[in-house]
């Protein structure tokens, strides 16, 4: 497994297109291509395979697969794409989103999907996934870059400012204009529960949506990660609006709605050491940082762990609902996570999602 990283500045890399209708949509189909199939320059490939791709000018669409699933890109009026994923594309469609007939449009296959809970085909009216892109053109080449992490498996797709734009100093990092730059992420994930190389672990995470008849699929959520659909659940059955499948992500430590973060059979647990910081009026720190802000952390605490962020109540326990669930009735049981045996254990009365563990790994 090799991560090739594409940049826009790359000798021999992809050149942002005139300004004009559909060069947008088209451009950001031959990036993909370019980037995970037929490479550039010294840079190969990601070793992605095109399982189409349609040239008609004005109605430029393609899907470009990975072995677990594929990805359609198609134009939408002149200066947007909408996105599908599905385990294989049976009939490609014709023609593009709203200026043609959305049953010709649609292309048909096994397991596709427009959106959470919007299969494809589906409806017109039903929600797709979509980029737009008003003004990735040579004109705004001082506010638009793109970096493209991909493998054979997944790829990042990134655009930002150029580092010669103002926007783009460390000191406003990250920084990104939804006018500008779309951000969208694609393939497969890693995980315990789905095979790297399993057929129907392939997911997209974007920002907007909108119903396929929509003439003006615009949106404020354009440059930041908030929607996200998949092919196959945790548990390798198909999402569908029976089971209600929803996706998410979240960074650790964000705030968060419920108790399901402490869900104790999740195969994804992050063991994150209790950090030790000290901040006196003599801490070392750049001068920029405020000192609320200066915590100088410098140790870890020897063999304990926390298991969850949110947790902060008797009633949202990690350790509450892993005991209940494989029927402990001695909360200080000590229980194996990843070869470890771990003692559940509280710092104060109401944080209770601590683990102390004798493995020699947390110690050393």
């Known amino acids: 497994m090799t991560v090739t990283i594409y940049r826009s500045t790359d000798v021999g890399a992809p050149a942002l297109p005139a300004s004009g209708n559909y060069n947008a949509a088209n451009f950001y189909i031959e990036l993909l291509k370019k980037c995970l199939v037929d490479g550039y320059e010294s840079k190969p490939g990601a ?12 109605k430029r669409r393609a899907a470009f697969g990975n072995g677990n699933g594929c990805i359609e890109f198609i134009t ?13 594309i ?4 014709v023609g593009r989103l709203v200026d043609d007939s959305f049953s010709s449009v649609m292309s048909t296959g096994i397991n596709g ?15 797709i996934n979509l ?19 991909a493998d054979d498996k997944s790829a990042w797709v990134l655009f930002h400012y150029p580092s ?67 092919l196959r659940t945790p548990s390798n059955t198909l999402p569908s609006v029976a089971n209600a499948s929803t996706f998410s992500w979240l960074i650790w430590g964000q705030s968060v709605s419920g108790n399901f973060i402490a869900n104790p059979r999740s195969s994804v647990r992050l063991l994150l050491p209790i950090v030790v910081t000290y901040n006196g009026t003599d801490v070392d720190k750049p001068t920029s940082v405020p000192s609320a802000n200066a915590h100088y952390a410098f140790a870890t605490i020897p063999g304990i762990a926390e298991f969850s962020e949110f947790g902060n109540s008797n009633t949202s326990s990690y350790w509450i609902y892993c005991n209940q669930d494989r029927g402990a009735s001695w909360n200080m049981q000590p229980y194996t996570v990843n070869t470890e045996d771990w003692m559940p254990w509280s710092a104060t009365s109401t944080y209770l999602n601590l683990g102390i563990t004798d493995a020699a790994n947390w110690w050393a």
């Open 47 to 58: 070793g992605w395979s095109v399982i189409y791709d349609d040239t008609t000018p004005g």
């Open 76 to 88: 939408w009026r002149t200066q947007s794409l909408g996105i599908l994923i599905w385990d294989s």
């Open 90 to 93: 049976t009939t490609p469609g």
């Open 113 to 127: 999907w427009k959106s959470a809970f919007n299969p494809a085909p589906g409806v017109a009216s039903g929600n």
């Open 131 to 149: 980029i737009h892109m008003p003004t990735v053109n040579s004109g705004q080449s001082a506010n638009v870059a793109w970096t493209i992490f």
């Open 164 to 230: 010669s734009n103002g926007n783009s100093v460390i000191s406003s990092m990250p920084s990104t204009s939804d006018a500008y730059h779309s951000q969208v992420f694609f393939g497969a994930l890693k995980s315990p529960d789905l095979l790297r190389t399993q057929l129907g672990n392939f997911f997209i995470l974007n920002g907007q949506r909108a119903a396929g008849t929509s003439t003006s699929p615009t949106s404020v959520s354009q440059s930041s990660w908030s929607l996200m659909c998949g």
